[in-house]
């Protein structure tokens, strides 16, 4: 399967700061990739669809300019979490979709984002 | 997507086989059932996927019901690291990333 790597483990920031989360495949071209936030002991929720070269679609209620998400290549996408605040603490977990793999999903190890 | 429903939480003795159900009452002709699981603090890993047909891997069966309205993930033998969050999703082939998690049964592997 394809290898999925993000970039910070964890991260601590200050309130009112911007975070950028890196997401990587690395060893396949990944043509979409998928951004979620986990709450503690809560599910996964989408938040938003990253496709290289386009726009990322965002879930309902998820502020597409509080996190921004950027796909600049068929191997990186990138989230920035800006102005960061407390209640945006959370594990945020990428996945990305290979063309090779129709069904499967590839996970991210997941950032842990502590907003202080 | 069709909605799943699954037990919050499971026990198991390490070395038996745990029986994980699925309800999938709604599920579509086109729709599979996905499964994929979470270890503490890690991002989900796939386990198995399947339409009509049980569906065996080296990690684990899938059985699904001839109405296709339920679904039991089996561990034939479990062991203590398998102790995690299971969920059962259910979408359309080549869903790729795009999952609608539910809340899952935490599965605990006791020695």
């Known amino acids: 399967g394809a290898v999925v790597s993000q970039h910070p483990s964890w991260v601590i920031c200050k309130s009112g700061t911007s975070v950028k989360i890196e997401c990587r495949s690395l060893?396949?071209?990944?043509?979409?990739m998928f951004w979620y936030r986990q709450f503690p002991k809560k599910s996964l929720m989408l938040m938003a669809t990253?496709?290289?070269?386009?726009?990322?679609?965002?879930e309902q209620g998820v502020e597409k300019d509080k996190f921004l998400i950027n796909h600049a290549s068929l191997t990186l996408s990138t989230l920035t979490v800006t102005s960061a605040h407390p209640e945006d603490s959370s594990f945020y977990i990428c996945?990305?979709?290979?063309?090779?793999?129709?069904?499967?999903?590839?996970f991210g190890q997941g950032t842990r984002l502590t907003v202080v | 997507d069709a909605k799943t429903t699954q037990p919050t939480s499971m026990d198991c003795a390490e070395g038996r086989a745990a029986n994980l159900p699925c309800n999938h009452s709604?599920?579509?002709?086109?729709?599979?059932v996905y499964w994929y699981r979470q270890i503490h603090s890690q991002g989900p890993q796939y386990i198995i996927h399947?339409?009509?047909n049980n569906e065996t891997n080296e990690m684990a069966s899938l059985i699904i019901t001839e109405d296709r309205k339920s679904s039991t993930l089996i561990l034939p033998h479990a062991t203590l690291r398998d102790t995690a969050v299971y969920y059962c999703?259910?979408?359309?082939?080549?869903?790729?990333?795009?999952?609608?998690f539910g809340q899952g049964t935490e599965l605990s592997v006791k020695p």
């Open positions: 999703i259910v979408g359309r082939d080549n869903q790729g990333g795009k999952l609608i």
């Open positions: 060893d396949f071209q990944a043509t979409t």
């Open positions: 990253s496709n290289e070269g386009s726009k990322a679609t965002y």
């Open positions: 709604t599920i579509s002709g086109n729709e599979y």
């Open positions: 996945s990305v979709k290979v063309r090779a793999f129709r069904t499967e999903a590839f």
């Open positions: 399947g339409l009509k």
